[in-house]
Nanobody, 127 residues
Framework: QVQLVESGGGLVQAGGSLRLSCAAS????????MGWFRQAPGKEREFVVA????????YYADSVKARFTISRDNAKNTVYLQMNNLKPEDTAVYYC????????????????????WGQGTQVTISS
């Protein structure tokens, strides 16, 4: 069983930045592929970015490419999402997720590829 706890959400103005964190339980964090998804009101959950296990290779949604950066600190069992140049359309609940099965791209686009989920953190961008 893996527990994921997100933090770092909040309210910022358009053009601002936020850094989300997701702390994971377990002893083998480097073997987890970590993903970030988001869900806006009335919309389906959508993929944001994933960081593959061991290599750390990252895959971004086109909508966030060049603005968001995923990083991970395996010693701290934590994955981060640095979000810059935020836009009102980035407003959503952000969820981190873990895949323990070594899935590859493009299956990481799908929320069904992930075994564990955090509770989510609200990000609100004002215009």
């Amino acid at each position: 069983q893996v527990q994921l706890v997100e933090s770092g959400g909040g309210l910022v103005q358009a053009g601002g930045s936020l850094r989300l964190s997701c702390a994971a339980s377990g002893r083998t964090f480097s073997s987890y592929t970590m993903g970030w998804f988001r869900q806006a009101p009335g919309k389906e959950r959508e993929f944001v970015v994933a960081s593959r296990r061991f290599s750390g290779d990252a895959y971004y949604a086109d909508s966030v490419k060049a603005r968001f950066t995923i990083s991970r600190d395996n010693a701290k069992n934590t994955v981060y999402l640095q979000m810059n140049n935020l836009k009102p359309e980035d407003t959503a609940v952000y969820y981190c997720a873990a895949d323990l099965g070594g899935k590859t791209w493009p299956s990481l686009l799908s929320s069904s590829s992930y075994n564990y989920w955090g509770q989510g953190t609200q990000v609100t961008i004002s215009s």
